[in-house]
């Protein structure tokens, strides 16, 4: 990975089929187990964030919590509800602000978007078994890794090549 920065874009885990509301689905026993595997991964991977921005749904935090207590990280997110419902041009403008100095900014969210801002951000010349990996979805738990050029607020389309993904597989 290079020295700039970096974006780890991560659908939530998986979640209950229903609940009294949308947004208070929580995590089922393999989502947990899924986010925090993506955050082993992470961390021996190197893509740890120094800043994340969170949905304020249920599934979306508790995702980002068994992340952080996997990867051992002491990053507080910055909870969002404008990602919970936000189309990528939405999100993008709330990646825009995150702080000049933050080297590797995760967004965990919810799809379509989170797939779309993949896709938008990608200059088409990422690592091919990466674009690959996620040319036919992004499933819950999924996790695109893209260096970024530029800084945080010039963020815009094309600026970043995909450059690693997780995904689970059954």
């Known amino acids: 990975m290079s020295d700039g920065r970096r974006l780890v874009v991560m ?8 609940a009294s509301s949308d947004h208070v689905r929580r995590l089922t026993d393999r989502g947990l187990r899924d986010a925090a595997e993506v955050g082993r991964w992470a961390r021996t991977a190197d893509v740890v964030p120094d800043h994340a921005f969170v949905s304020t749904a249920a599934r979306a ?3 980002w919590s068994a992340f952080r207590e996997a990867a051992d990280l002491d990053v507080e997110a910055e909870l ?3 990602l919970y419902s936000a189309g990528p041009d939405s999100a993008l ?3 825009r602000t995150a702080p000049a100095q933050a080297r590797t900014v995760m967004v965990v969210g919810h799809n379509p978007t989170m797939a779309h801002l993949v896709h938008l951000l ?3 010349r ?3 078994a990466a674009l690959a990996e996620i040319s036919t979805g992004f499933p819950t738990s999924a996790v695109a890794v893209l260096e970024i050029e530029g800084e945080w607020g010039d963020l815009d389309v094309a600026a970043g090549r995909i450059v690693a993904v997780h995904v689970r597989h059954d």
């Open 122 to 124: 990608d200059d088409g």
């Open 93 to 95: 403008e709330i990646l």
């Open 61 to 63: 935090h508790e995702t």
């Open 80 to 82: 969002d509800a404008g």
């Open 11 to 18: 659908r939530h885990a998986k979640a209950e089929a229903w």
């Open 126 to 128: 990422g690592e091919p």
